[in-house]
């Protein structure tokens, strides 16, 4: 049946995979179907017709036992550019799927899986909500990330995005709020305006004091992380991708390009071009070139009485609290507990070995506020805790952009806290200016830090 999605206006038939005279299929949203010569001709517009034919799939292939098969013959194109993504978390799943779905020949690598409990991307839940302040580039990201994940959950038979709304309470200072109401409305993304009163009513078990005004985003709401992860993985497999699970070090840079990537079986790996989304480890990859630091973040779940269902999502929003820095939660989840965190960035940490045991102090600190936000939680237990770290650039922004000395090098990451919703339309985007001539984003560039990638641009308010 052709019906229309009631979200993107798009027809099932344009949500189909396209499928070419060659057997190629693409879902690339930005650009009619392609054959993977067109691909081919956008990724190196002055390559010469010898230099494109020499353009090959990959020349060595380390031993792996969850190689996909390989599509049938008659799919299979020599020309079309092979591109390695490292780091199968938000940002390099999303973008190898795109590039997948685009025509391209992908190698996704990552060394512990797709939303690992120490990735950026694990864990249960992350919030998905649009107010940005006045950062326009993320609002048509939220709303093209809202629309693919809708799309996506539903071709996979997966709930992935829970659609509870979110309460987002201004502070004192609502500069960011304010800058936000006419973004949101520019952009289509529904929300309503409540006074402390309003809110109070429609939500008589929250204590709205010294709040001056509330948000409520209606698209907004939260999204399964791990499984999402492994969802965008098992998909890119099912469309012809190849995973492996492997550590990788980029080889040297000679004459402009990388010449290829160590896996640590021995073995190496060359192709067209190399993605390195690698979370909170692109740093020490790639030091001078671009700068994440890796915060300790904890997120506790405190147990609800017996027989609650009022702290439960049917019941209570995904929320944020704007006042006193920035301090979010997410009720309900399969009972999993009132999911509850502070935003402010911890001391910094290694990913890999960092301890993952919740601190004293910082379960203390989160229940007084508890008490003080939901007076019924006043002491609710402690019934699990996650322990996390943020990748954060600089200035709080994402970053998608080529090494500055190798051409076929490009670096994704620097969510800072904020980038698990966007990695539908995020990888979209990086899939889109690796494959086309595109020109980068300055506000995802590296450009903005100038020959410092440390230096300090003015960090963005509110993270998540
Ligand atoms: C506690 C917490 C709460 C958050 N809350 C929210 C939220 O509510 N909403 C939101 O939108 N965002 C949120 N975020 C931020 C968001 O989760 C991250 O910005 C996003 O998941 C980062 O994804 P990534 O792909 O860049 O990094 P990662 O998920 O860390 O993925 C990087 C991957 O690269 C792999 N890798 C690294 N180096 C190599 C190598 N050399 N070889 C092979 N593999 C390698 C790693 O194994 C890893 O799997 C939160 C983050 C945390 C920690």
Known sequence: MLGVNSISGRTNKQNAHFQNENGWRSKFPFDSPQTPEQVLGRLTPTMKKSDQRSISRPRTRAKDSRRPPSPPASRTRQSSPHIVVVGAGAFGGWTALHLRRSGAQVTLLDAWGPGHVRSSSGGETRVIRATYGPDRPYYGLVKRSLELWRENEKQWKRPLYQQTGLLWMAGKNDAYEQAALPLLREHGL?????TPDEASKRYPHICFDGVPWVIQEIDAGYLLARRA?????ESFVAEGGRYQQFRAVPDRIIGGALKGLRLQDG????ADAYVFACGP???????GVVQIRSTRQEVYYFGTPAG???H???????????????????????WRGFKLADDAPGKRVDPESQDRS???????????YLHRRFPKLKGAPLIGAEVCQYEVSADKRYIADRHPEASNVWLVGGGSGHGFKNGPAFGEYVA????????VDPFFGLSRFGSDPSKKAKPERGAL
């Open 312 to 334: 439960q999502e049917e019941n209570t929003p995904a929320w944020i609290d704007h006042g006193p820095g920035l301090i979010y939660g997410i009720p309900g989840n399969e």
């Open 190 to 194: 529904a929300y309503e305006s409540l």
């Open 432 to 439: 889109r200016i690796v494959l086309s001539k595109q020109s």
């Open 358 to 368: 919740p601190t004293p102090s910082g379960i203390a600190a989160v229940r007084k």
């Open 229 to 233: 992860c492994a969802a965008v993985m």
């Open 281 to 287: 480890w692109l740093g020490q990859l790639f030091p």
């Open 308 to 310: 609650d269902r009022v």
């Open 267 to 270: 073995t190496s790996i060359q």
